[in-house]
C-alpha cells in the first residue's frame, strides 16, 4: 500500500490496531466501551530534523500514550500523525 502522505521533519504516520471486541473469557465490549488503542504500524517516516535522526521506520509496530497524535482520517481509514518522541517503544 502507498500513501500520497510525507510527514515532515520528525512526524511519524502511524495505522492503530483495531481495539479489542471481545475478551479473554468471550464477553464482547460494546464500541462505547472499547480503549482507545496504544498499538500501531508505522506506515510513513519523515526525514528528521538535523539534530534528531529517526529511529523508527516504515512497518515497525509501535506502543504510544493514550492522548499521542493528532487523528487523521484519509481514503476512509483512520491515522494518528505525531512526533517521534511520543512513541514509547518498538515492537
Given at each position: 500500500m502507498s500513501l500520497n502522505i510525507k510527514p515532515l521533519s520528525d512526524r511519524v504516520l502511524v495505522e492503530p490496531v483495531a481495539a479489542e471486541t471481545q475478551t479473554?473469557?468471550?464477553?464482547?465490549?460494546?464500541?462505547?466501551?472499547?480503549?482507545k488503542p496504544q498499538k500501531g504500524i508505522v506506515v510513513a517516516v519523515g526525514n528528521g530534523t538535523k539534530d534528531h535522526d529517526m529511529t523508527v521506520k516504515v512497518g515497525d509496530t509501535v506502543l504510544y500514550g493514550k492522548y499521542a497524535g493528532t487523528e487523521l482520517k484519509f481514503e476512509g481509514k483512520d491515522y494518528l500523525i505525531m512526533k517521534e518522541e511520543e512513541i514509547f517503544a518498538i515492537l
Open positions: 479473554a473469557s468471550g464477553i464482547f465490549i460494546p464500541d462505547t466501551a472499547k480503549e
